[in-house]
């Protein structure tokens, strides 16, 4: 997969084709993975999406008591194996994302697994597919940077922690690192 | 190798495999109805219950399958909710082991498959291994030729005639076991081939070689029944071979590959424990938004995990993000890039 994942939530325009598309994978049918969040209805109409980072060593995995988490070796994590998930949630709490979700009724956890079965054949995920404002990006990095400005990041760190992520977000020019502060939201409105 | 071997997991492993040896010993009244042609079996069988052993004892070494290992059994036992735990065991054990109803929530289809090869492979289990460990055995009854008396541990358990319906039954009872699987591995099969979602993600040795592995147990088990009822025992030793061999491919499967969710899924359990005492105690609020999102009680366990991981999650303010609620995880990064770029509008 020589293709990248480039998230710019700025861009995103809350029309939730994402949500709808993401509904038709294949490995998911039916059952929308990513999240469209509000940032704060009452002052600003901008939202986010938030899709499966794809961490190199994932805090998902790692909390799993059940070792239903895994890897593929192009690094997409998957959603989880279906017998052995006991349905307990660690993952759901711990990812510094907030990415999968749980479903009561087969007590299970499902996520983002980056349409593994349109990925790993060469296709674009169902989400950056119909995204019309490239907040969800997927292609190459070089028709990324003769297109678009700002430096594709993918090393965050949360306190103490750092997590990198085959997933990229955009920051301004020459950022190397999100430092994820626990900013207040409506505080971003200008 | 040896070398790398996890010394509580061998520890584990041989105390239990040396359990079976002995229950073996005992059980077939000191091997005298025990079948030595059976050897193989009993020693394939003797060295997965090691290898089951082996990998369940490490996989409990992880912290956070200690952790609820450690959970479950704490508010299990409790002795003021233990009458009450014990209902809700029954209760569990009949919906998510036998009915296995959490998997008709996902298709009804793979509900039958699952059903049928679960419990196809789990009845035939209970009938072999006692026969071949000598804990079970039949005689002809010594009054009555036409009659066969069953002995279990030694102790006379029944007579019955062998030309009856109960007979029949019982003598037949793997090849009921063998259909049952055969058609819950088609259905599962179809599945396998046909769903785009399984065949994107599913890999040979996981998927497959357990569907095959069942497939040709159950087969050539059906082809004995053919040869001794149709054929007048044609290549009956040739197929007992074939059969003894698929067997204990799949017995040394057993610690490694899928076969092994059978064992580490009644986890499951444990953690409807754990969330029973979960709803009843303490609520956490998000550190950022206030709304209750969890109990205090994962909340903490969790905290207590990451850091046996060596994760530190902690801001220098004190705050530890695993206080944050998954909602306002999900905006941080939105929230955080436009901090960078100076609110909305883009690069
Ligand atoms: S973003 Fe979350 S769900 Fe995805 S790999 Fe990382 S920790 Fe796991
Ligand atoms: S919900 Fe399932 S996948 Fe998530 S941590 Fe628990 S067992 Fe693992």
């Known amino acids: ?190 | 190798m040896l070398r790398e071997m996890d010394r509580k997991g061998t520890a584990n492993g041989l105390a239990a495999s040396l359990l079976l040896l002995a229950a073996i010993y005992f059980g077939s009244g000191q091997l005298r109805h025990f079948d030595p042609a059976l050897i193989a079996y009993t020693s394939a069988t003797v060295f997965a219950v090691f290898g089951i052993v082996y990998r369940y004892s490490v996989w409990l070494q992880r912290p956070p399958t200690e952790m609820y290992w450690r959970r479950g059994w704490q508010f299990f036992l409790r002795p003021a909710q233990l009458p009450k735990n014990l209902l809700m065991l029954a209760r569990l054990f009949w919906n998510t082991i036998f009915l296995q109803t959490f998997i008709k929530r996902r298709s009804h289809l793979r509900w039958a498959a699952h059903l049928l090869l679960s419990w196809g492979t789990i009845a035939a289990c209970m009938v072999t291994f006692p026969l071949v460990f000598g804990w079970i055995h039949f005689e002809a009854d010594p009054q009555d030729p036409a009659a066969y008396q069953a002995f279990a541990f030694g102790f006379h358990a029944g007579t019955f005639p062998a030309e009856s319906p109960i007979g029949w039954f019982t003598f037949h009872i793997l090849d009921f076991c063998a259909v049952a699987v055969i058609v819950g591995m088609a259905l599962a099969m179809r599945r396998r081939v046909s769903d785009p979602g399984a065949t994107s993600v599913q890999q040979f040795s996981m998927d497959f070689v357990p569907i095959i592995l069942l497939f040709s147990v159950s087969v050539t088990g059906l082809m004995l029944t053919a040869s001794v009822t149709w054929m007048e025992g044609h290549n009956y030793s040739f197929l007992a071979l074939l059969h003894a061999f698929s067997v204990i491919i799949t017995l040394l499967y057993l610690p490694f590959g899928k076969f092994f969710h059978i064992f580490q899924r009644p986890a499951n359990l444990g953690v409807r424990f754990y969330k029973e005492e979960a709803l009843r105690t303490e609520q956490a609020a998000c550190a950022r938004c206030g709304v209750a999102f969890a109990s205090r009680l994962q909340i903490e366990d969790l905290k207590t995990v990451e850091e046996q991981l060596g994760m530190s999650w902690q801001y220098a303010d004190g705050t530890h993000y695993q206080d944050i609620c998954p909602t306002c995880r999900r905006k941080m990064l939105g929230a955080n890039q436009l901090e960078a770029i100076g609110g909305p509008g883009y690069l």
């Open chain 1, 1 to 190: 997969m020589n293709s990248v994942f480039i998230l710019d939530p700025a861009r995103c325009i809350g029309c939730q084709a994402c949500v709808h598309a993401c509904g038709e994978c294949g490995t998911h049918r039916g059952v929308s993975m990513i999240h469209l969040e509000c940032m704060d209805r009452a002052t600003t109409v901008q939202t986010t999406p938030q899709v499966c980072m794809h961490c190199e060593n994932p805090t998902c995995a790692q909390v799993c008591p059940a070792d239903a988490i895994k890897q593929t070796p192009d690094g997409v994590v998957q959603s989880s194996l279906k017998p052995r998930c006991i349905g307990c949630q660690n993952c759901v709490l711990a990812c510094p994302f907030g990415v999968p979700k749980y479903d009561a009724g087969p007590d299970q956890m499902q996520k983002c697994d980056m349409c593994y079965d349109r990925t790993s054949v060469g296709k674009r995920p169902m989400c950056a597919t119909v995204c019309p404002s490239e907040a969800l990006y997927f292609g190459s990095m070089e028709e990324w940077r003769d297109r678009r400005q700002g430096t594709p990041v993918n090393t965050f760190r949360f306190g103490g922690q750092t997590v990198k992520t085959k997933v990229y977000t955009v920051m301004p020019a020459r950022s190397e690192r999100i430092d994820i502060r626990l900013t207040d939201i409506a505080g971003v409105k200008r």
